[in-house]
Structures are given as C-alpha cells and as structure tokens.
C-alpha cells in the first residue's frame, strides 16, 4: 500500500505540532501537504510580543525553518489560501487555482482577531495584534507617531501596551471591566497588577465603551459612550478572538461556534478533522497553546492507528510574566455557596496568594508576585488529590527545597507540556552541558519556547539543581554502551534519516564502537526488517535453509529440530528420525513442551550428512520467533475431536514459520474446553468452543505466570487466523525489541488492540506485511 496524502490546512501551531506527532509516530504513512495564508514558515505566534518588545526577532521565533520541510519531504505552499473543500471528490481549491487531492485532511485555520465594529474601524492606523505583519505596522508606526491606544485589558492587550512603550509611545489601555484581566484573575490580583503596570508608564481607562474611532482617513481619537474623548495616532484592538470557521462552513463541514469535532478530532465529515483554535469539543473551544499541543498528539497517534485515549478537554491554567509581573491562575477563582477560599496578602513585597475549594478538593487559584507554587498547585486541581484541612494553609507557604514541588515531582513528569519536555531531560541536559539559565534549557531542550508559562518552574528547577539538596541521578536510558541514545531514538533516527543498514546506522548515529555489540546489532537488525520489510539482514551462521539449520550447544555438538507441524508427525516422519539417530548413534531424542523432537549431539563433521538423510523441513532454531505452536494432542482424559486444533496450528505455523518477533512468541491451540494446550497462559491461546474461536493474548507460563486476556471470539477458523495475525504483525511492529506481550499489552492497552484488529482495512494492511515478511525471510534463507 501507497502513502496516503495527507493535506494541512493552516500552518500554525497547532496544525504544525500535530505533523510533527505524526512525524514522530510514523513517517512512513502519509505524503504531507500544507497550505498557509501566510507568507512565512511556521513559528510561535504567543512570542509576537516580544518581537514588538524588541526581546527578538522574527528569526527567533521561528519554529520550523525551510529545511525542516524539505527534511521531512512536506510540500509547504505559504501566502495560498484555501478556498474550498469539495468532500465528495476530496480535493481542495485554493485563490491560485491549485487543486490537490486528498485522503485524509486536517483543518487547522486558527482564529480571527475580532475587530469591534465601530465606525472608523477601517481609518488608517487602526489595526489588530494577530500576526508578524501587524508587528511590522506598529513598529513602523512608532516611527512616526507617539500616542497609542490599545482595546483590550487582557493578557494580549497589555502585552501590546508593554512593546509600544518599549518603542518609545505614550500608551493607554481601554477595557471595559472594572478590573485588568478579569478572566484570569480576580479583583484584587488584577489591582496590584495595575499599580504595577503603572509605574511602568501605562495609563487606563477602565469601564469604558468605545463608540466611534475618530479621525479623517487617519485615525485621531475614539470616542466613548460617555461622551469622553481619547486621542491617538494608533489604536490596536486586542479584544479576543473567533474560530476561523467560514471554510468548513462553505464545505457542508458541521459547525457551531467552532468545527465540531469528537474525543479524536474527527469532524461529522468522513476523513475531516479539526485541531486548534478552530475546533469545537464538548462546547469548548480553546486559544491556549497546552489544549491545543494536546489534541495534536491525540490526532496524531489516532491517524496512525497508535494506541490513543481520547481528548478529554483541558483543565486550562495561565503562568505568565507580564511586563515583568509573575501572575498565575487555574480553575475557578470566585467563591460561591459551595466554594471556600483561603488567601495570603502580602502587601510590602507585593505578594498575593489564593486557592479556592469545594470540600475537601482545590478547585482553584490566583497568584501574584510569587507564583513558585503554581504548578504544584495546577498537579493537585488537575489530578483532584484530597486536601485535609490541616494542610490548606500549607498550599500558601513555600516547602523546604527538599519537599519542593520540583524536588518530589517524577523526573518522568513534563516541565513544559507544550513540547513534552521532562524535568528529566532538563536534569540531563542541565549536567551534560553545564546550563545556568532559562535561556540557555530554552535553546537546548525547547523548554518554555512556546507560551512561556513553564519559566518560573524551569527557574526553580535550575535552583534545585545547583542546591545542596539536589541527589537526583539521571537514569541512563541509553539502549547500550555503544550509544547514548535510546531505543526509541534510535528507531526515529533510522525512519527520519532513512537509514538502511546496520553499517549505515552506526555511521550516521556516531556509535562508539564500529562493530557494534551483542545487544545492538540484533535489534537493529529487527528495527530494520519492520521499518523495511525487504531488508535483506546478516543471516545466523545457524541458517542455510529451511532443510540446512541447526542451534550450536555449548559442548561444541549441534541440535537439529525436525519440523513438525500442529505437534504432530507422519509415521514416515518418525522412521526418517529414527534411522538418522541410530546412524549417527544418537541415543536420547528429548520430546519437549513444545511438542519437537529434538536431535542432539551431532558432530560438526555429521551435520551435513544428517541434513541429507533427513531431507526434512527444520524448525527455525532462533529464539525470537513464533515457537511451534501446542496443541491438545497428548491430554488422554479429553475424548473430544482435536481435529480442529491440529488444523488451526497447522496453518499458522505455515503462515508464520521463521518469522522474527520482538521476543520469542509461543501460541498454543486448545480443541476444546478442556484447554489442554494451556492457551490460556501462551502470548496468543486460541480455544474451541462452542460459540467459536476464544482468542486469548498476553499470557505468560514462565516465571511470571500470568492468565491472557480475552482479545476475541471468532466465528470460523478463518476469522481466528487472520486476527491471530494481524496481532501478531502488530507486535511486531510497535512493541519494543525484547518487549513481551504482556508488558506491550498493558502498554498501548486492550482496548485500543481491539479497534486496530476489528478494523477490517487495518487488518488487511497488518496481514499484508507480515506475508511479505514471511516471504522474504524464506527467499533469503532459500537463497543460502
């Protein structure tokens, strides 16, 4: 099967981090198309303000350059917009004439500065705080005029006051509440935020109602509702934003206030999704960077059959530094008949402090000032712990640095959720490169690079680093001493860089041997035959072909195991075996769990002529395999009919013989409800019953015994088999080299199997590749 084309709508952030989930999960699926009105690469659009407070440049934001694209084979198409999505041919149209087809499509259209409909709102030097070109004109502006007047006491607003006075204009802020940021702090916050922004130059009007932008072509002043005027050379609106909806809504595509979408982000339209500031889940639509990070990955991981919970909807928070003021806050932070607050006051160092509760269970905070507490705090509301009310006050008073928040947080827990970056990996990478600021763990790990609201934590954690109270070793997670990487790096290095040879991969990634080692090299082999099913690997001195093979013992002699399929054996079969084991004077044929006959003792000078005399089909010798497979053969107090079950292992094992699995796989076929294969403790059991085929997986009968779950109940055998495989395939490909089942199930979970392998088109894909692995390896071992 072909790569399926993927086209992007809107190259934003929300819409780029999804590609890059996708990129990471699987580069192999899809040919990736995006369209951006925009004439520029994706970069972060919540750091404008600091282009305009001239703390960067437009480089600096920046977050996938040209060669990141052309890297990753992405047809970018930038300043082209979409006009149209036509479902039925599923192609889109843009204003150039471009039409593209599509398989799948994501719209990622962002939102819309809201322009208050005053008249005068289209005068020169009226403008929005949404893109780089708006930057450009109030940068430009400042240039020439000196009075601004910004709409909008929210967080974008006084973001925007801030970079204008940076570029040297007299600045006032209208808002139409009685306090700054009223949807994100309370009224006392949102005062000594203003007294602070005060003494920083800006001025407010506060509880005002714009009603005309006055002027000629130029804009000179507004006036408001009360009669007052205010003059100005510039006004910038900044009063919020609306879900740039209007392209679905053309396309047939369901909206309400935005895309609806559900748990996965599909929309009500087949092969449509949504993700970002256009898309409506559960009557939310979000604009914070965290809710939008997180439904790329759930996207992600759901366009590439990944195991995948569904998006839930966001506990929203803001951690921000405003003009230099640290501010916080989460949840609900007004009090009711059901919610206590309790709150510290600090007025001589400017501090304030409050968390709401409803029993025994925070619901809320707002901070000023100190904000160290906050994302301990955000833990607690978003996890729902339980909060004795001894320890209530204690969420107000910073903990020794030993019982810190970043002191007793996971090392595997994120430090900034927007780009999945742990304080492990700050821990690291702090001690490997000596690191002291935030700006140097921004520019190395990505931490705090986007909205910026993880600084005071990275802050702290740099301080808990460099404390006497820091005893936190970082886990080597590297997959050998060959490398420092790990085995999930190692795996998306070779996809990204198409690496094709075990030579290849110890170049590219810069081992530290050239030959590699025993744990290595194996499981670059494998990671090689999944990515590249006609990867043609070193093969085992053990393999010559399926009649020439034979497993080394520690005493210098060999074993040859006959193949005999289902556990059962021809009485041909048994005189060929006993012949050759009087001939060659071996006296003990051990008859093992997995129902094989094995030849042992054979002298090197002797294997050949055995090979010969046997002329037989020989059990693969490798240990990571599908194991022959057990059946009810040998249980003499179940009388039932075990013609089925021989049947049903006499066809997998054909279908997979010589196979290479992560570990070695051992499946067993029960004819009855007498379960005398134990499939019920085998990686994969099937069991007959009278409903059909009970398929079991995960089991384990060695030391860690443990009972498979039930995956299915197949109808037929047919069904039975091919479920069989397509697991099998499955775990081939997405479990970890050496995983067991087990562990690989409880990793992407029962459930999320079951939708993989009921999916018919799915099943058949899985089948697919695991035939053509079949295939090749025979090819190769036939060709020796």
Known sequence: MGKQKLVLIGNGMAGLRCIENILKEDNTLYDITIFGSEPHVNYSRIMLSSVLQGDTTFNDITINDRNWYDDNHIHLHTGITVTNINQDKKIIETDN??????????????SNPFMLPLPGNDKEGVVSF???????????????????????????????????????????????????????????????LQSELELQGMNFLLEKQSEEIIGDTRVEGIRFNDGTVAAADLIVMAVGVQPNIQLAQKAGIETNRGILVDDFLATRSEDIYAVGECA?????????????????????RHLCAKHNQPYTGSVLSTQLKISGVDVFSVGQFYTDDQTKAIHF????????????????????????????????????????????????????????????????????????TCNAVSKGTIIENVQQHTLTTVDEVRQCTKASSSCGGCKPIVSELLAYINSEYFNEAVEDKSFCSC???????????????????????????????????????????????????????????????????????????????????????????????????????????????????????????????????????????????????????????????????????????????????PYHLRIGASACKHNGAGSTTKDVGIIKMDRGWEIYIGGSSGRNSRLGE??????????????????????????????????????????????????EELQYYLIDRLEKSVKQRKRLLLNN
Not at 132 to 143: H, L, P, S, V
Not at 169 to 192: G, P
Not at 366 to 393: H, N, S
Not at 649 to 659: G, K, N, P, S, T
Request: charged letters at 25%.
């Open 97 to 110: 004439g471009t039409i593209t087809p599509f398989d799948k499509l994501i719209i990622a259209t962002g």
């Open 130 to 192: 949404r893109t780089i070109e708006d930057c450009n004109k109030m940068i430009d502006t400042a240039k020439n005029y000196k009075k601004a007047i910004v709409i909008g006491g929210g967080l974008l607003g006084l973001e925007a006051a801030r970079g204008l006075l940076n570029l040297g204009m007299a600045v006032e802020v209208v808002h139409n509440s009685e306090y700054l940021m009223n949807k994100q702090l309370d009224e006392t916050a949102a005062r000594m």
């Open 280 to 300: 409506e889940h559960n009557e939310m639509v979000y604009g914070l960077v965290k809710p939008l990070y997180e439904q790329g990955a759930v996207l992600a």
């Open 345 to 416: 006051h600090d007025e001589v160092a400017s501090t304030y402090k409050k968390v709401f509760f409803r029993g025994n269970k925070a619901v809320g905070s707002v901070m000023f000032g100190d904000t160290k507490e906050g994302p301990r705090l955000l833990d607690i509301i978003v996890k729902q712990k339980f909060v004795a009310d001894q320890e209530k006050i204690a969420l107000l008073t910073p903990l020794d640095p030993s019982e810190s928040y970043v002191a007793t947080m996971p090392k595997s827990e994120f430090v900034c």
């Open 483 to 661: 490398t420092k990487l790990t085995e999930d790096e190692i795996v998306t290095e070779i996809q990204t860089n198409n690496l094709a040879s075990v030579t290849e991969v110890i170049e590219t990634l810069d081992w530290e041997t050239n030959d590699g080692c025993a744990i290595c090299i194996p499981a670059i082999e494998y990671y090689l035959e999944m990515i590249y099913p006609e990867y043609e690997q070193n093969q085992e001195t053990i393999y010559i072909n399926e009649k020439m093979n034979a497993k080394l013992r520690k005493d210098g002699t060999y074993t040859v195991v006959p193949q005999l399929y289902g556990g059962t054996a021809q009485t041909s079969q048994l005189k060929t075996i006993a012949k050759v084991a009087e001939k060659y004077n071996i006296t003990t044929l051990p008859l093992t769990s997995a129902q094989r006959i094995h030849l042992e003792g054979i002298k090197k000078e002797d294997l050949s002529s055995v090979w010969v005399d046997l002329n037989m089909r020989l059990h693969s010798a490798a240990a990571n395999t599908v194991q022959s497979i057990k059946t009810s053969s040998g249980d003499h107090l179940c009388e039932c009919d075990k013609l089925p079950g021989y049947q049903i292992a006499h066809e997998l094992e054909r279908r997979m013989e010589f196979l290479k699995t």
């Open 710 to 759: 039930l995956l299915a109940v197949a109808e037929s055998q047919n069904e039975a088999v091919n479920i069989i495989l397509g697991f099998v395939q499955y775990y081939r490909e997405s479990a970890n080299y050496l995983e067991r089942t087990w562990q690989w199930i409880e990793r992407v979970s029962l459930v999320h199997l079951r939708e993989v392998l009921f999916d």
